[in-house]
């Protein structure tokens, strides 16, 4: 397994130079958060991530978690990690202070979780899910429930879970069959069985708080007749709860956290938010683990580029085609090679592109919680739910492809364990699955936020890129880039537009189109941000910043991605105006084998 380093000047690009952190947090009245302020978070972060999660990635994946009568053992190594995040007070760090957090913005976790998830994702979901459920009871429980739960999540005692699926249901909620039903002391009895529950039961914290969705009974059938419960392992009063884990999965990745069967067998629930809005009220939860989960994608793109980058400077095989580059060696180093210099590029491309994307998203994060003016509020809540879906399933995409490409440039070590390339591909496999799988994510964007919304959502973004490739003068050096942009931006319209006529004609249109419209967003999106990187990078070398190299590297790679990767929006294009009649005509009797 690569060691992990944390890419503290490449944060530092993202955060104060691109997207301007001073402004963002002063606009938000959050002045503590200076520069030196985050720097120093980072730095701290960076050292927690480095020297005592990424060593512990490996040891994860080797052990995996053990199930022993209803209780589970997490990998050596994680307990004690956890009690050191915790004596470090990192759970607080983005939480209210009224329930003994810190109080700083959302974002600057954010930071903080991407280099966990680099480090070690599997590890990293434990206080992960906690923080979503942080998130939904700050948003939707009743003072006593912030009062009892989040005052202990907060200070990382005890620890969260979402639980959603069961054994008949993941994408399709409207049938689940957990049941609640009222009690005379006015909380709920739960009934029934969760499946995959991240975290569900494991030796890490004192206390774990399940956020279940049920239905109550005689609630209508459907999405329309789902709760949303607390439901404790241990209850405020410390007798155990009727909820236990029947047993662990065995899975292809991830094995350091721990997969739970879950059994609620009259367990004591609490409501939380209206009855029958439960679906509505978990969304907090999903769209946050969402968030999260496109974060695995650039993690794993940029641990795999860390470790191939490494290996390439390193592994020696054949001369470069353009004359001798090593003579004092017995071959030239791998790097020199135009293949492997486009699969390094392909990884830092979608690290970096993806990182940028993350915590943009970030901002737009904080905005909805804290900005002053309501406008802006619905503004950027509406650009979060655009980019959402994209972020998710895009980022996990190419972030699958980034750990792909890793373990090609190691050539036949890459297949072996001992050098963990092979890791990374299998623990990022899940992020293209859980949290609603890439399929789901493309029609929940085409169908519900493009489609339902008229364009809207589109057009809101489209604005900001047509803004920005406008702002590009006809002296600058990446005119080239933005013109290209524009096309696509424009484009964009139309495919949407032409896709959107069809539909109404065949709705099976937008499932047939959906995953290749996504994709080819997500091209255009991070190129939106590599060309923001670019001209950033032209202005520091303009006003003569001294780390030419860091910067030159920014508008080398922005090229690359415009010349090299942009065009696969072309085939997606082509692909999502094929029409569905291709995917509908075999009839499913004749699907043989
Ligand atoms: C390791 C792991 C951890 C997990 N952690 C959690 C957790 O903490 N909490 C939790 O609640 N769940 C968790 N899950 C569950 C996960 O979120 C679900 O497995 C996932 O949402 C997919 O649901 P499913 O498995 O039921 O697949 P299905 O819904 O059966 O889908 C099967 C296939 O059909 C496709 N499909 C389904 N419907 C449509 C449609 N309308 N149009 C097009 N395609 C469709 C899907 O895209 C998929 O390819 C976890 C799963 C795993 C494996």
């Not at 493009?450 to 702002?471: A, D, E, P, Y």
Request: one cysteine or more; charged letters at 20%.
């Amino acid at each position: 397994m690569p060691a992990y380093k944390a890419p503290l000047r490449d944060l530092q690009f993202v955060l104060h130079e691109v997207l301007d952190s001073s402004s963002h947090y002063q606009s938000l009245g959050a002045s503590e958060a200076s520069r030196d302020m985050i720097d120093a978070i980072m730095s701290e972060a960076g050292k927690f991530c480095e020297e005592i999660l990424s060593p512990l990635n490996k040891v994860g994946d080797d052990e995996g978690c053990t199930f022993n009568q209803g209780e589970v053992r997490t990998p050596t190594g994680y307990r004690q990690a956890y009690q050191q995040w915790v004596d470090n007070g990192w759970p607080s760090l983005a939480q209210p202070e009224a329930y003994g957090g810190q109080g700083l913005p959302d974002s600057i976790g954010s930071v903080v979780s991407e280099m966990v998830s680099g480090a070690n994702w599997s590890w990293g979901m434990y206080p992960g899910l906690s923080h979503g459920a942080m998130n939904t009871i700050e948003m939707h429980g009743t003072p006593e429930q912030k009062e009892v739960y989040l005052t202990k999540l907060v200070s990382g005692e005890w620890t969260g879970t979402m639980c959603l699926t069961e054994p008949h249901c993941g994408s399709d909620l409207g049938t689940l069959k957990t049941k609640a039903e009222l009690t005379s002391d006015g909380s709920y009895s739960i009934n029934g069985t969760k499946i995959f529950i991240s975290s569900g039961e494991h030796d890490m914290s004192e206390n774990i708080i399940h956020i279940v969705l049920a239905r109550i009974n005689g609630a209508p059938e459907g999405t329309k007749g789902i709760s949303l419960f607390i439901v404790p392992k241990f209850l405020p009063d410390g007798t155990r709860n009727e909820v236990q884990c029947g047993s662990i999965e065995h899975k292809m990745g991830i094995h350091g956290n721990s997969t739970c069967v879950m059994n609620f067998d009259n367990a004591k629930g609490f409501l939380v938010g209206p009855e029958n809005s439960g679906l509505k009220c978990m969304f907090t939860f999903m769209n946050f683990a969402r968030l999260g989960t496109a974060m695995q994608g650039v993690a794993s793109a940029e641990l795999s580029f860390q470790g191939a980058l490494t290996y390439a400077k390193e592994r020696l095989a054949m001369r470069s085609l353009t004359g001798v580059k090593a003579p004092d060696k017995i071959a030239d180093p791998i790097i020199v090679h135009p293949d492997v210099r486009r699969m390094l590029l392909t990884q830092k491309a979608f690290a970096e592109g993806g990182r940028i994307m993350m915590h943009d998203a970030g901002f737009l994060v904080d905005k909805v919680k804290s900005s002053v003016s309501d406008d802006e509020k619905n503004e950027a809540n509406e650009l979060l739910s655009f980019l959402t879906p994209i972020a998710k399933a895009f980022l996990t995409e190419v972030g699958t492809e980034a750990a792909n490409l890793g373990v090609q440039v190691y050539g036949g070590h890459g297949f072996i364990k001992e050098w963990g390339m092979e890791q990374i591909v299998r623990d990022n496999r899940i992020s293209q699955l859980y949290e609603g799988t890439t399929g789901i994510q493309a029609l929940d964007l085409l169908g519900r936020k493009v489609l339902m919304s008229q364009g809207q959502s589109l057009r809101r973004f489209t604005k900001i890129v047509h803004r920005l490739c406008k702002s590009v003068g006809s002296s600058s050096p990446h005119k080239a880039m933005a013109k290209r942009l524009a096309e696509l931006n424009k484009e964009w319209g139309d495919v949407t537009m032409k896709i959107g006529m069809k539909a109404m004609t065949n709705r099976d249109e937008v499932g047939g189109a959906s995953v290749d419209y996504l994709m080819y967003s997500g091209y255009i999106v991070m190129a939106y941000y590599w060309l923001r990187m670019a001209l950033t990078a032209q202005e520091a070398l303009s006003e003569g910043a001294s780390e030419t190299d860091f910067y030159n590297s920014k508008i080398k790679t922005a090229q690359f991605y415009f010349a090299r990767i942009l065009p696969r929006t072309e085939s997606h294009k082509i692909s999502m105006l094929a029409g569905v009649d291709t995917l509908m005509a075999l009839d499913e009797a004749h699907f043989s084998f």
